[in-house]
């Protein structure tokens, strides 16, 4: 172990764990009013009416196996009688297919974006920037999963070095050492992965946050009152202002 | 019960010219900025026509609104998992084609083209891509049946009563009945928009039932354009967030009427208060017969001069100057009192809030064509009867297709016709042409004064909105002591212009009446620049 991966493996996810927070907690309070999906549909319906649903409801599953793969250990699988090799099967099936749900989705949004004159003329710097660490984060997920499998290579059981890695994270003690066995492959996933959660905050990717399940069960029709505020529009406050 | 209190508006469709100045005044002030340059919160429409945005009345195709389904009231789009499933593509939203594509002219082209042997022109460029575009629609393409024989006959309300017209008649009526059908938000008392906003954004103001977008809490889901039936909010494509008709509550709240009525030419809208039943509205939604909805909706309408209503309507936090603008609401007489206004589209089940004084210029100009006394009682009754197409069409717009409410207001306004000319040509006036309505002379003539006459007083009751302990805090904390700011007009700290931002709207409104009155002299410096228009190009100075 050396101190590129003590930088890797121990500085980074705490600098992307903190970068994450403290931006989406200042993000939130601060402009609530760019939180939006900034939605594009009202140009272009055709291609993101199969676009779009394929890509989020493919990210949703890979989030899903995330949570599964890394922060459910092995032996709990093992106890509930889960194979190794059923396990597996079972991951690299519906990780397979998700992926490559997600990653066609955003090939057609990406392509989309730019052959399209009025979603392109949409496009900020922003968006390109995301695109790239997102796109980059998903095919290198994407290898991942290959390599897992044993599809490329001897195949490599992530859930004895990534996931304890990134369970050590969060219990406050980090174990570089497991990322640092982990196949190549694996290790710049990780790093795209941190690298797309510290530029999160900061993008239109935070609409993420924002999934509206209290919809479920709120009345249909909200009345609000007026608020304490002068008749009129509400004055102008300098600089950043409190919001709600 | 519960008693709510409503800003409603009417307008008399008679008066309508089709001007376009409530679009244009309403664009200025509200839509006049990037991402919303295609979005008219009010717009006036030719009927027949297709409407804006194109064939918006077609709810088998947009699924605005509400329905029935065994008895209970839904949003016609579906459920609530249903509406979380389709966030990421919403299925029913209208594109920017739906509208129109926005342009602007390259201007510059006329000035900056070197000098050479033709004529530089200025070429219509898109708004939304920066190149050039052909122009091929628009808000109010079809306005004065404009392109008529080829689009007007895809108008949703004259596809629904096609089968009950012959080729013949139709044509006769798209020649004879031409109207304009100024439109703004509904501000309905069971908004589909509120209902299917994801986020809670949308929500209906508890004093006066203002229908509004919370911009910091909108996500951009976009799931209100396609729930409102109306297609009244809009997407702003620029900042992700979805907007709407305000009903000017910025300057409702100090007593002003909204822009499009205070510029109306024609003088045709009425704003004022309705009191209404809010535990009520979900019952009158579901009423089982479209032909009830109107009735149903006119239930919910309380009196305010009953005492128990006024009772009521204090215990429920209604303040005491609220009710006396109540008791003189135009709206709430022409609504309920003459029944002479009608909802557009009750079928919709959103009880919308803004009425309509069917047009019967249209019926005159018919009758005075055949060479008839045109504005005799009998004559105009009779052809009422006769001109049954009009009547059908005006009731698929406002009453679920029952010509009876159609008819009854009709006739209201041809007996007061009728009947006023005697009085103003000096002959003895008879009292059966208003007994045939059901009306006294008494009110035949006070409803007179609110059409015709029609005073700025009469037609705008609007009382101020109660803040004052909310101004009493702020004043605590100093800030509203300075130049622009409300109600004082003295200079700031570092001069005339020092000290914070000046709010938009009304507050400026009354200084700078106070400037424009004074007899004091006011430096210059101290007048200030309207930032809203401005669009970044040189400085407010200029």
């Known amino acids: 172990m050396n101190s590129t991966d003590i930088l890797l493996w121990v500085a980074l996810p705490y600098l992307t764990i903190a970068v994450f927070v403290t931006g989406m907690f200042w993000r939130y309070k601060y402009d609530k009013f760019g939180w939006t999906t900034r939605s594009s549909q009202l140009y272009e319906r055709k291609v993101i009416r199969i676009a779009s649903p394929l890509f989020h409801l493919g990210i949703l599953a890979v989030l899903g196996g995330h949570i599964m793969g890394l922060l459910i250990p092995e032996n709990w699988t093992d106890s509930a009688g889960l194979s190794e090799d059923s396990y597996h099967l079972m991951a690299v099936g519906l990780g397979a297919v998700s992926g490559a749900c997600t990653l066609f989705g955003i090939s057609l949004l990406i392509y989309r974006r730019r052959t399209n004159g009025a979603v392109f003329a949409a496009t900020s710097k922003n968006d390109k920037t995301m695109y790239i660490f997102l796109t980059a984060a998903i095919c290198l997920g994407l290898v991942t999963t290959l390599v897992g499998s044993g599809i490329i290579g001897d195949g490599y059981n992530y859930r004895e070095t990534v996931s304890p890695w990134f369970r050590s994270i969060f219990l406050m003690n980090p174990q570089p050492n497991l990322m640092a066995e982990a196949p190549f492959s694996f290790q710049i996933h990780a790093v795209a992965g941190m690298l797309l959660f510290l530029i999160w905050p900061f993008t239109r990717l935070v609409h993420a946050f924002s999934a509206p399940v209290q919809y479920l069960f709120r009345p249909y029709v909200v009345y609000r009152e007026r608020g304490p505020h002068d008749p009129g529009s509400r004055p102008v406050k300098r600089g950043w202002e409190r919001v709600g | ?542």
């Open chain 2, 1 to 542: 019960m519960k008693i709510m209190a409503q800003m409603g508006m009417v307008m008399n469709l008679d008066k309508c010219i089709g001007c376009h100045t409530c679009s244009v005044t309403c664009k200025q002030a509200w839509t006049n900025r990037t991402g919303v340059e295609y979005a008219w919160f009010n717009n006036v429409e030719t009927r027949p026509g297709q409407g804006y945005p194109r064939t918006y009345q077609d709810q088998d195709k947009w699924k605005g609104g509400w329905e029935l389904k065994r008895g209970k009231l839904r949003l016609r789009s579906g459920g609530r998992v249903k509406r979380l499933l389709q966030i990421f593509s919403n299925p029913k939203l209208p594109t920017l084609q739906d509208y129109y594509e926005p342009w602007t002219y390259e201007y510059d082209m006329l000035i900056s083209t070197p000098l050479g042997e033709h004529t530089p022109v200025a070429r219509p460029k898109s708004l939304i891509t920066g190149k050039p575009m052909k122009i091929e629609w628009s808000a109010n393409w079809d306005d004065d049946l404009a392109g008529g024989p080829e689009l007007a006959p895809n108008d949703p309300v004259l596809v629904k009563i096609r089968d009950q017209v012959t080729d013949r008649v139709k044509l006769e009526f798209e020649q004879a009945f031409m109207f304009y059908l100024p439109r703004i938000c509904e501000h309905c008392l069971n908004p589909a928009c509120v209902a299917a906003c994801p986020s809670g954004a949308m929500y209906k103001r508890a004093e006066d039932g203002i229908v509004l977008v919370d911009q910091d809490a909108c996500r951009g889901w976009r799931m209100c354009v396609s729930g409102c039936p109306y297609k009244k909010v809009y997407f702003n494509h620029s900042t992700g967030k979805a907007e709407k008709c305000t009903l000017c509550y910025p300057r409702l709240e100090v007593g002003l009427p909204t822009v499009c009525s205070e510029t109306c030419v024609g003088r045709l809208r009425y704003l004022g208060l309705f009191l209404y039943d809010a535990d009520g509205v979900s019952a009158a939604a579901a009423t089982e017969n479209e032909h009830d909805l109107l009735q149903a909706q006119l239930d919910l309408l309380l009196d305010p001069n009953d005492p128990i209503v006024q009772e009521q309507a204090l215990r429920d936090g209604i303040p005491q100057d609220w009710l006396e603008a109540a008791k003189n609401s135009p709206v709430y007489k022409l609504a309920k009192v003459y029944k002479v206004a009608l909802p557009l589209h009750p079928e919709y089940r959103t009880m919308p809030m803004v009425w309509y004084i069917p047009p019967l210029s249209p019926v005159v100009d018919a009758l005075r064509e055949t060479g008839n006394d045109a504005e005799e009682a009998g004559n105009l009754f009779g052809a009422l009867e006769a001109l049954r197409i009009p009547i059908e069409y005006l009731a698929e717009l406002f009453t679920a297709g029952d010509t009876a409410p159609v008819s009854r207001s009709l006739k209201t306004l041809a007996a007061m016709r009728s009947y006023m000319r005697d009085v103003n040509l000096g002959r003895e006036p008879r009292p059966e042409i208003p007994a045939a309505v059901g009306m006294s002379e008494e009110m035949i003539y006070n409803l007179y004064r609110l059409l015709a006459i029609a005073k700025y007083e009469d037609r705008y009751v609007i009382p101020k909105a109660h803040a004052e302990t909310a101004r009493d805090l702020e004043e605590l904390a100093c800030s509203l002591d300075v130049s622009g700011g409300p109600g004082q007009y003295k200079p700031g700290p570092f001069g005339a212009a020092s000290s914070r931002p000046v709010p938009v709207a009304v507050e400026t409104f009354h200084a700078l009446k106070v400037r424009q009155t004074t007899e004091v002299l006011i430096p210059l410096d101290a007048v200030r620049m309207n930032l809203k228009n401005w669009h970044g190009n040189g400085t407010t100075n200029d």
